[in-house]
């Protein structure tokens, strides 16, 4: 490879883990760490083939594990799920990219279909009772089926419990509880139906799964997050009961309770950054950032945040034929904390 071509290579990789600023510097995450995500990601050849000229290939050597499955993911217009769908993609994965802003989301599919991949850009909000069966129908009329479901878009409206309002509490079970169990339900025609017609004509159904997103909080609890907690809470119990009816059928179901991964919800509060939720902004991140993410620092076991590729290297672990005996767990991806 020319030089030219592999500085290119370096400085879109650089573009792509640079998506979120952070409290920390990009240093405090363990380069070690973030530098074998990279290069297992990108150790570079070209596409070749049908590619178009303009297209440039430099981080995407597709790996195998996910060759062919259709992923849909929520929230992947920022933080881990733009991770987890440029990871799904970089393992062959036909992913439909889905977030609330519009734009992040077709950022997240131009970069995957510049690189070599293959992504759809299908944009809504996950609480409106219209969108599980359209981005369901997308996903399917673009590439043919449905295997794996990510669960993951989501925010936070903190406030201690005694002055926390009915819309905070109703906002977190919308977007964390209802919208997972409405998009599992709009998928079930081609994921439990489906696998039910494969089992029944050819003895073995394709391996499908759905992740869902929760946190420490659900599982620990968490200081101003009773809305939130009880949310991710529910997640749990949403994850074991689908595994619990679909197992049969082959299809896998987890949870992934994340810990304190550095994207834009840990940043700090007072960098302004918010979401429009019903007319309202909700503002995002957590005050003086710095001093909690130096405080959670002390109690977890690898002494540093995570990194959203790492939380995508979990979601595949989670979504690759190595985990398929693995259905109905909630894995905690904390970097040793809450131990
Ligand atoms: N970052 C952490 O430390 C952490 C810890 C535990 C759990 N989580 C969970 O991880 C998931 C991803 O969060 P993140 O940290 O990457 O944050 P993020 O803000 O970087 O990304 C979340 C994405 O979800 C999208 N989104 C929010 N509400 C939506 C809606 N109603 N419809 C469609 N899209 C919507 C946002 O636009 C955003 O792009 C969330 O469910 C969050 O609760 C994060």
Redesign the pocket.
Known sequence: MSLCAANGRLARLRGHLDV?TSPMSQSEISSAAVGGLAAATTSGKSCGGAQPAHKKCYNFEPGRLLLDQVAII?????????ATAILFAQQGAKVVV????AS?ADATADFIRNSCGTALSVP????DPS?PPKVVAAAVAAYGGLHILVN?????WDGMLHKQSEKQWEAMLA??CT?PFRLIQAASPHMRDAAKRELEQQGRPHPRCILN?????GVHGSVGQAN?GTA?AGVVGLTKSVAKEWGPLGIRCNAL??????????QSKEKG?S?E?AGQQVP?GIPQASGVAAAMKQMIALGR??A?EE?AGAMLLLASPYASYITGQALEVTGGGWM
């Open positions: 979120d929520t929230g992947a217009g920022g933080g881990i799920g733009r889905s977030d609330l802003d992040k809504g909000d996950v609480t969108f993951n878009a989501g925010y936070t977007v964390h919208a997103v929760s946190s420490v909080s939130y991710k309770t994340f810990g304190y991964i550095n994207t834009r919800l840990v950054a979401i939720v995002l945040v995570g959203p939380a």
